[in-house]
Structure formats: structure tokens, C-alpha cells
């Protein structure tokens, strides 16, 4: 079993910045690609970014490219998704994922999840 734990959100100004961070713990060995997602309240889950397992390769939605960035974080097992200029759309819950499939944007595709963690982005 895997087991990721994001943290990182709060309530952040339009046009600020926020780093989100997802711990991953437990049969790591079974993870080759982690994501990001996230849903805004009465929308659909939405993919982020994804990152292979080394931090080697990265993918962020074309609608997020230059804004959010993902990278592994300084602490062990750990992946952060960093976001810049933010907007009110932005707000919503974050979730990171974890499964084999490299890269990928398709929920499906993700075997473990986290609880997620609370972006607001007002002033």
C-alpha cells in the first residue's frame, strides 16, 4: 500500500504564489509517476502536472504551463507542485496520485490518492 499526504494549501491573494507538497510513504517501490489533480467546486476533476518517480521528467496541462511547476521536494519521497500568479479559478482541492503509468493525465490511470489539500485564492 502507498500512502500520500498533501499539505501545503491556504488561503493565498490573486496574483500570489503557493508550494504544495505530497509525502509519499508505505510500498513506494510500486510508484514510477506521480500527479497532481485538482477539482474546483462544481467542476470536474482536472489533471495538473505529473512527474516521474526519479524527478527526471515532467508534464504540466498546457492550461497551467508557466504558472505551476512540479519537481521532487528536498525531503525524501517527496513532490512538489509550485504555483505562481494564481487566479480565483485556481482555487479548489489539490490531489496528488501516485501510480505506474509514466506522465500521464488520466485519473484512471493513478492507483493511490491522497485527502487533498484546500487552495483558496481571494483577497
Known amino acids: 500500500q502507498v500512502y500520500l499526504v498533501e499539505s501545503g494549501g491556504g488561503l493565498v491573494q490573486p496574483g500570489g504564489s503557493l508550494r504544495l507538497s505530497c509525502a509519499a510513504s508505505?510500498?513506494?517501490?510500486?510508484?514510477?509517476?506521480m500527479g497532481w489533480f485538482r477539482r474546483a467546486p462544481g467542476k470536474e476533476r482536472e489533471f495538473v502536472a505529473a512527474i516521474t518517480w526519479s524527478g527526471g521528467d515532467t508534464f504540466v496541462s498546457d492550461s497551467l504551463k508557466g504558472r505551476f511547476t512540479i519537481s521532487r521536494g528536498n525531503a525524501k519521497n517527496t513532490f512538489d507542485l509550485q504555483m505562481s500568479r494564481l487566479k480565483p479559478d485556481d482555487a479548489g482541492w489539490y490531489y496528488c496520485?501516485?501510480?505506474?503509468?509514466?506522465?500521464?493525465?488520466?485519473?484512471?490511470?493513478?492507483?493511490?490518492w491522497g485527502l487533498g489539500t484546500q487552495v483558496t485564492v481571494s483577497s
Open positions: 508505505g510500498h513506494t517501490f510500486d510508484i514510477f509517476n
Open positions: 496520485a501516485a501510480g505506474r503509468k509514466l506522465l500521464t493525465p488520466e485519473p484512471t490511470d493513478y492507483v493511490n
